[in-house]
């Protein structure tokens, strides 16, 4: 990618620019891959889409930018001057445990779309998906030991050739297929979906969460060389790349592939199938799936680089890590850290492979860490606030208009979505709603409260000493 004017710091260390910023960013929040949930409602998606964007995305992207222009360090920095380091420390950690099962649930994707490739029929075989996982996660991680450059290439790259790219030919392709003489499925309904009650709510609240990750990479922000000026540049594109990445896909997607026939995991490529069938350049499917598993491991490569990161900085700041998971490696990359989240991520991967009814225990352990995440938005925009009535004139690059509204939106969206995530979707069937939200809850106040408070608990004045021993990293991305 390329380098902001100046290119290289004094100690040789290059600058991110912002357009690397804003690619890893987008790569993080923004995939076609979930679009065919959306697809379904056909031009409906597009208020799906819309409304989320309005009432939490853009204050995220808004709050970020005004508190990455004043402070280095991402959330954890953020959450710490503004409530107080021990909130800092919980708010990273809830960023940091909502990837444990991101990376499984993420590379299942990448497994499926790869059958497609080789034989549709090891999609639904747990041992592939298993092995999959395994091998690509720990690929993912090694690379990403090579220092911050190399993860943000294929991060932003990944972004273009598998999100940019697949997503705009989805459009063009949808665009034309309109103006022949193919059948419009999406033709018929309307602009707003059905309410049918508490399960619409719980609909709405899946797309909010399809917009979480903007403030991932402003733990970056020191490699930028204008931050106060880029970052706010950066979120601002992203936000709207990612609105359109998600809405344009799943009305080009509605228009080819009948609703009663699309599949939530694959159903792009049942539209990439359907339109190059169409015009006659099926040739170009395996192509575009493998484009996709580009996009997907772009991502996950943008989460590898951000959450560990941001904890490794506040447990070494604060004292609130133990020395062994402060290790780094010569180019400053946490390297225990990213191992002991590969312990948990092949634990996953394993009982993919030999547990056939795992789905479901881990489709609710996956709700649980989106719970815990929310945490972090609750603490994110409760600071913001607190940091500019307490530190009002502390040099910001950007400023929020009307901050106490955008923020109060945020919040209350974020304690909202957390609520009525505690009520049970279709797929959990007959089983009590109280003992899902019990389940849910308990998950939360274990591994989002109950390890966080434990590392505060041991935490020792000695584990500070840590604090300036790892190198800088290498090189940024060029």
């Not at 031009?43 to 005004?66: D, G, K, M, N, Q």
């Not at 004043?70 to 990837?99: C, H, L, N």
């Not at 092995?131 to 190399?150: C, E, K, M, Q």
């Not at 505690?422 to 003992?435: E, H, K, N, Y």
Request: one cysteine or more.
């Amino acid at each position: 990618m390329t380098e902001n004017n100046g290119g290289t710091a004094g100690n040789g260390v290059k600058y991110l620019s912002w357009t690397t910023i804003c690619f890893m960013t987008v790569a993080c929040v923004a995939s076609i891959r979930n679009t065919p949930s959306m697809a379904i409602y056909g031009w409906a998606a597009i208020f799906l889409y819309l409304l989320p964007a309005i009432v939490f995305l853009i204050p995220t992207a808004l709050v970020s930018a005004e508190l990455a222009s004043g402070w280095d360090g991402g959330v954890y920095k953020w959450v710490s001057e503004g409530i107080g380091p021990r909130s800092g420390f919980i708010a990273i950690w809830t960023q940091y445990a909502m990837t444990l099962t991101y990376y499984p649930s993420l590379l299942a994707s990448v497994a499926s779309t790869l059958a497609f490739i080789i034989n549709p029929n090891l999609a639904s075989s747990g041992l592939y998906t298993g092995i999959v996982i395994l091998v690509l996660y720990w690929i993912a991680t090694f690379v990403s030991l090579r220092g911050l450059s190399t993860s943000a290439i294929l991060s932003s790259g990944g972004m273009v050739i598998g999100t940019l790219i697949p997503g705009l030919t989805l459009v063009v392709l949808g665009i034309i297929y309109l103006s022949g003489s193919g059948p419009n499925y999406s033709a018929g309904t309307g602009l707003l979906p059905e309410f049918t009650g508490l399960a619409s709510l719980v609909l709405i609240v899946n797309n909010f969460l399809s917009y979480a990750g903007m403030e991932v990479n402003a733990v970056h922000v020191s490699r930028m060389e204008n931050p106060s000026r880029d970052f706010p540049k950066a979120m601002f594109l992203a936000s709207g790349m990612a609105v359109a990445i998600f809405v344009l896909p799943a009305l080009a997607i509605s228009f080819v592939v009948p609703r009663d026939q699309l599949s939530l995991t694959a159903g792009v490529m049942q539209a990439f199938q359907q339109f190059f069938g169409y015009f006659g350049i099926g040739f170009l499917t395996p192509v575009f799936a493998f484009m996709l598993v580009c996009a997907m491991l772009g991502g996950m490569m943008g989460w590898l680089a951000g959450p560990s990161k941001g904890l490794l900085l506040v447990g070494r700041e604060n004292g609130f890590l133990p020395p062994v998971l402060q290790k780094t490696n010569k180019n400053g990359i946490q390297i225990n850290i990213l191992f002991a989240q590969g312990v948990v991520v092949s634990i996953v991967a394993l009982l993919f492979a030999f547990i056939p009814n795992v789905s479901s225990a881990f489709w609710i352990l996956s709700a649980m860490t989106t719970q815990i995440y929310l945490i972090m938005y609750v603490l994110l925009f409760i600071a913001v606030v607190k940091l500019r009535r307490s530190q009002p004139d502390h040099p910001r690059g950007y400023r929020v208009p009307a901050l106490l509204a955008v923020a109060g939106v945020g919040l209350v969206s974020s304690i909202l979505v957390f609520l009525i995530g505690l009520v049970p979707p279709s797929q959990f069937g007959s089983g009590s709603p109280a003992t899902y939200a019990a389940m849910l809850l308990g998950g939360v106040l274990v591994l989002g409260l109950g390890i966080p408070f434990l590392f505060l608990w041991r935490s020792k004045p000695s584990w500070k000493v840590h604090v300036d021993t790892a190198p800088p990293e290498e090189g940024g991305a060029e």
